[in-house]
């Protein structure tokens, strides 16, 4: 079933298309995702199709019945409400509905109704179809739809009275996100949902939308999340949009077939042209073939010629070159605490970097990732421990916020203002080098987009040359081309990096360490990111199997009587009755059938065969009875031992 349909849509800016003659396509429970480079259109078409931007040309249908939510990226959730009641807004639909229920069920115990047959069957008819209407839409299980989702997005029964004020930006935004989550509209637009998601809520985040039950547009800049989500790609580049079939990576695949067909085709349109040229150019003039040129020249002008396949995308083009090499050991913590104030969010943090190596520092927001960064770089003071740094050690450090360019400058200026020895063509040929070329070179850094400020740091970062790279979330911003160029230049450079990051394909890509830091320590693990996961489950499974060990051979602790609580009274009780009662029952049968035993070695029956026969059969039904009886006496025993 279509519930999207997108035919001919175009959008232009100051007269420029952004978009042109966009088809696409969503049917029930697709998983699409729209890529693109910054700037080409993506967040432009999921606002024209989520009814916020208008549009100049074109057809958006979608069916009168299809509800639609969308989650543009940096939203959050303003509210004096608490989170809990926030949450609770998306029900009130079925909380109206619950209200009717019980008041039909009041209704139904009114004798006035009871007594009075065509009400009575009025009510009833009404009340099940409500409580068939209330069942369908999950109504018996929405509080706890709500808990799992919070818990999903780091909010727990602790968190669920804070107002919505008081939360950062982040929690805000993944506030926002679990909303529209429990909202469950048929098509689930996402624009760039990862960001402000820690490693743990993105894995979660994955598991809960491969199993949505809608259909679900996705704009990210996530290849990991990507991969493990979507059977569609939609391609926006030059105004243009491609479908592909598969994931991100099928994607690439298909991409880069695609892209070597098409060069061919252009390479021999190409060489036809330039022979159609020549021969027109040697024989425009000849009275002989002039007319035969002609003919050449209009079939030229006629035929619509390949554009290049490359088009006139241009990527950033950049290395990170080291002045002078550091020694070996290039970092060493003991027991470092780090916090604000005199309030750690970190303690007893533990760790050893060696010249080339690529160390990723993960864990959950708010667990001082940066904070370390910072401390480490000695951007921050430790509240405790000792950090020791190796010979020539020289960092150069990536701040996520970017707090190192200033606002009112210009993007050449603020390169110059740092190396103001360089001449003014070498510092555009810097910045060329990351897109800034023409009088993008003049912007001021305040008007920059993320991605844009993001690029500009890199460039400072790289005009430093250290031999030590500290990088705080440096994929944030940076569309799928410029990470990939960013991971080649990390790939070749000769230094060390420490780096933080919830990007787990950059992770895999970079880290030959990862370092899982929480609360009260650290833990190493010698590996790229799939492998800390494997080693995690793998020591995850140990420790649950040692605590089943211990758990078989310690005994069990004694339940004294006086603290049990009232269902457990009840139910000892319970048993314990019929403890006794099945023991006088079996009493009873054993009895019973001593008595026909007996019986049965009477002499005066010896030969009355049917006598015989009735007795017997009487044995063998009590004998039954007593077995059954046996057998449901043990089951109470075992049970009453959980009592004991």
């Known amino acids: ?99 009717r229920i019980r008041a039909l069920e009041n209704a139904m115990a009114d004798p006035a109704v009871y007594n009075d047959e065509n009400e009575f069957i009025r009510v009833t008819k009404e009340y099940d179809t409500l409580q068939t209407e209330f069942k369908n839409a999950d109504g018996y299980q929405y509080e706890s739809d709500t808990r799992s989702v919070l818990h999903g997005m780091r909010f727990y029964e602790e968190d669920f009275d804070r107002e919505v004020n008081t939360l950062s930006g ?29 490693i743990e809520t993105l894995s979660w985040l994955e598991k809960y939308l491969v199993s949505y039950e809608g259909a679900l547009l996705i704009v990210s800049h996530d290849r990991y999340f990507l991969d493990e989500i979507v059977t569609i790609v939609y391609e926006i580049s030059r105004t243009k949009v491609q479908k592909y079939h598969g994931n991100y990576s099928a994607y690439l695949t298909e991409k880069a077939h695609n892209y070597e067909r098409d060069l061919k085709a252009y390479e021999r349109e190409a060489s036809e ?45 950049f290395t990170f070159p080291i002045g002078r090499q550091s020694g070996n050991d290039v970092l060493a913590i003991d027991g470092l605490s780090i916090g604000y104030g005199d309030k750690p969010v970190a303690q007893n943090l533990n760790l050893r970097a060696y010249r080339g190596e690529r160390i990723a520092i993960i864990g959950p927001n708010g667990v001082g990732k940066s904070t370390l960064l910072k401390t480490i770089v000695q951007k921050q003071n430790p ?60 912007k001021h850094v305040s008007s920059l987009s993320g991605g844009e400020k993001a690029r500009l740091a890199l460039a400072k970062l790289m005009l430093k040359q250290s031999n030590t790279l500290v990088l705080d979330e440096p994929t ?66 140990i420790q649950a199997e040692k605590e089943q060990q211990l758990e ?16 457990d009274r009840i139910q000892l009780r319970r048993i314990t009755r019929a403890i006794d009662a099945a023991e006088k029952t079996i009493t009873t049968l054993d009895e019973q059938i001593a008595e026909l035993e007996t019986e049965l070695s009477n002499p005066d029956y010896a030969d009355d065969h049917v006598k015989l026969m009735e007795i017997q059969a009487g044995i063998d039904e009590l004998q039954t009875e007593h077995d059954t009886i046996a057998e449901n006496w043990l089951e109470l025993q075992e049970q009453l031992e959980e009592y004991e």
Do not use: C
Not at 22 to 47: F, M, P, W, Y
Not at 552 to 567: M, V, Y
């Open 1 to 99: 079933m279509i519930i999207l349909q997108v035919n001919g849509l175009t959008k232009s800016f100051s007269g420029i298309h952004i978009l042109e003659n966009i088809q696409l396509e969503v049917q029930h429970r697709d998983r699409i995702a729209l890529v693109g480079r910054n700037g080409a259109g993506k967040s432009t078409l999921l606002k024209m199709i989520a009814g916020e931007m208008s549009v100049d040309q074109g057809d958006i249908i979608i069916p009168r019945d299809t509800r639609i939510g969308y989650l543009e990226q940096h939203t959050g959730i303003d509210s004096s409400l608490t989170i809990w009641e926030e949450m609770m807004t998306v029900f009130e639909p079925l909380k109206k509905l619950e209200k």
């Open 170 to 198: 982040g929690q805000k935004t993944r506030l926002a996100l679990a909303k529209m989550l429990l909202s469950k509209p048929d098509l689930l637009i996402l624009d760039e949902p990862t960001n402000h998601l820690d």
């Open 273 to 317: 042209r330039a022979r159609m040229e020549d021969f027109i150019q040697r024989n425009i003039a000849r009275a002989s073939t002039s007319k035969m040129a002609q003919s050449r020249r209009k079939m030229l002008e006629r035929t619509e010629w390949m554009e290049t396949p490359d088009g006139n995308e241009k990527s950033a083009s």
């Open 383 to 442: 509240l405790a421990g000792e950090i020791r740094y190796g010979t020539n050690v020289e960092f150069g450090y990536y701040d996520q916020e970017q707090a190192s360019l200033t606002s009112n400058s210009t993007v050449l200026e603020e390169l110059w203002r740092d190396w103001p020895m360089m001449n003014e063509k070498d510092i555009r040929g810097i910045l060329g080098r990351f897109l800034f070329s023409g009088d993008d070179v003049n």
């Open 476 to 541: 944030n911003h940076l569309d799928l081309d410029s990470k990939e160029i960013l991971e080649n230049a990390l790939d070749d450079f000769p230094g060390t990096i420490l780096f933080v990051s919830h990007d787990r394909y950059f992770i895999n890509r970079i880290a030959t360490k990862v370092i899982d830091i929480n609360q009260t320590g650290a833990m190493e693990y010698l590996g790229d990111y799939d492998y800390f996961v494997e080693k995690k489950q793998e020591l995850a499974e």
């Open 552 to 567: 078989r051979q310690s005994p069990k602790p004694e339940r004294a009587k006086e603290t049990l609580d009232r269902e």
